[in-house]
């Protein structure tokens, strides 16, 4: 960003103009607010753009709030001559070189102001100080989010997001903030999504509900997976567990693992028990 001449001078905090569509935090930080109370005739001045007399804040919110619960009516401030375009590059490269360090989530929503500023991501990633990978990152996740919404989602729950077949994501996103899925949980329910095509089908015809199946489905896979690991040190004693077998055969597998649980812990205890010492055990009743 090519630096502008400005001048240093008091402006009314009441003239303000405080966009929302510049400002890149998504809300205040109270202890920063109180700290800056404390220190506030200290503290350097406030960013604003000159847009044709009409005076954007584009860095320090925190300050502005600070100087309002003061009482304070001025505030000093640098101010450049330029248009809105160039108040959201100031606002988005000025938060990421000082003040309190952003989210993750604010980091992608500065990517995204200044890549629809046109740009490039190498660009964005010299202004925001971040590789170009990371950079494409924070840019692919902002693009996902303005398609699915899901605000209270976290760049990692969009970088899961964006792995999922397209026509499956805005149905992945309210599923995630409906049922508060980690980024881990939606990361198990994308691939699942990914790699079994028939299980898209399924969801487009009844989102939530067929997302939810798929969620349970791959509970009761690695649940099946832990008794195969059990059967496999049962075939190493020696044993022939009938019931256990009954049960991986059963359809209502999840049903009869829930029943069993603690009988088939325990005796998987004995087993590996006489996996060290060699003697045999009775099947499970």
């Known amino acids: 960003m090519t630096e502008r001449k400005f001048d240093v001078r008091e402006v009314r905090l009441d003239e303000l103009d405080l966009d929302p569509n510049i400002n890149i935090r998504f809300e205040v930080d109270e202890a920063t607010v109180v700290r800056y109370m404390e220190l506030f005739d200290q ?27 003061l009482g304070r009516e001025n505030v000093f401030a640098e101010v450049r001559k330029g248009d809105r375009a160039y108040a959201v590059e100031r606002a988005a490269v000025a938060n990421a070189k000082h003040g309190l360090p952003l989210l993750q989530e604010e980091w992608e929503r500065a990517a995204w102001r200044l890549s629809k500023l046109g740009f490039t991501q190498e660009q964005v990633a010299k ?30 729950h969009m970088r899961q997001i964006w ?42 015809k009844d989102a939530i509900p067929g997302l939810t199946a798929m969620r349970d489905r791959l509970t009761y896979i690695r649940m099946f997976d832990d008794v ?27 049903t009869r693992w829930t029943d069993r649980a603690e009988a088939v812990a325990s005796y998987s205890t004995e087993v590996s028990k006489s996996l060290k010492t060699g003697r045999q055990l009775k099947v499970v009743p």
């Open 43 to 69: 503290l350097p001045p406030v960013d604003v753009v000159d847009d044709k007399g009409t005076l954007i804040l584009c860095d320090g919110f925190h300050r502005l709030e600070a100087g309002l619960r």
């Open 127 to 156: 202004k925001l100080g971040f590789s170009t990978r990371y950079t494409q990152t924070l840019i692919q996740a902002a693009k996902v989010r303005e398609k699915v919404g899901a605000p209270t989602l976290t760049t990692a």
């Open 163 to 204: 792995r999922a077949p397209e026509v499956a994501q805005v149905a992945l996103a309210r599923m995630a903030e409906e049922q508060h899925l980690s980024a881990g949980q939606l990361r198990e329910v994308a691939e699942a999504l990914r790699d079994g095509p028939t299980v898209v089908d399924d969801v487009l």
């Open 228 to 254: 195969v690991e059990k059967v496999r040190l049962l075939e190493q004693a020696g044993i022939t567990p009938a019931r256990l077998a009954g049960m991986l055969a059963d359809p209502n597998m999840a």
